[in-house]
């Protein structure tokens, strides 16, 4: 793993806890996960190979990411208050994204230690044609996850803004965290 991989990997590791305490829901809440997956795309992304069972891997990846993605959205905490609404990352979020990040992470440097052999006779056994094919699918997973989970969490923010009528109580809560 190059200096690069970890300082983006890491990053991306560290928007999740940065929500772990309550913030204010704004643009830099999209725009920074967004910036760091669309920078990884730039560098790695190259092609995605279609020869063998390259798209099933990939594919495979792209649903795990959405499913790991639109659950952490689910699983964080948004709420309208004082005309401005705040997200605080739950437990279940922040252990969704350390997992799909973490074992983008933990593949690289299993690979860069050993690994590779293992990766290799895997590829084969399964079609798997280039090693390409396992960076467009980790590459295009990491953008699923950042996509779905903002997708989600706008959706559900949505949601939220409907203040309740003066009189009665102006908060509005959309908790799903464990």
């Given at each position: 793993m190059t200096t690069t991989d970890w300082i983006t990997d890491i990053a991306l590791l560290l928007v999740v806890f940065r929500q772990l305490r309550e913030g204010r829901l704004d643009l830099k809440t999209y725009l920074i996960p967004l910036g760091i997956v669309a920078f990884?795309?730039?560098?790695?992304?190259?092609?995605?190979?279609?020869?063998?069972?390259?798209?099933?891997?990939?594919?495979?990846?792209?649903?795990?990411g959405a499913v790991l993605g639109v659950a952490g959205g689910v699983y964080t905490r948004i709420r309208s208050a004082g005309g401005h609404l705040f997200i605080?990352?739950?437990?279940?979020?922040a252990v969704l994204w350390v997992l799909g990040m973490g074992a983008?992470?933990?593949?690289?440097?299993?690979?860069?230690?050993?690994?590779?052999?293992?990766?290799?006779?895997?590829?084969i056994t399964h079609h798997i044609t280039t090693d390409q094919a396992w960076v467009a699918a980790f590459v295009l997973m990491a953008l699923t996850e950042v996509i779905t989970r903002l997708a989600t969490i706008f959706v559900r923010s949505r949601m939220a803004v409907h203040v309740a009528p003066s009189g009665t109580r102006p908060a509005a809560v959309l908790d799903h965290t464990a």
């Open positions: 990884v795309a730039s560098q790695y992304l190259h092609d995605v190979p279609t020869a063998g069972n390259d798209l099933v891997l990939v594919g495979t990846l792209i649903a795990v605080k990352a739950g437990v279940i979020s983008r992470m933990g593949f690289q440097v299993w690979t860069d230690h050993g690994g590779a052999d293992n990766v290799a006779r895997f590829s």
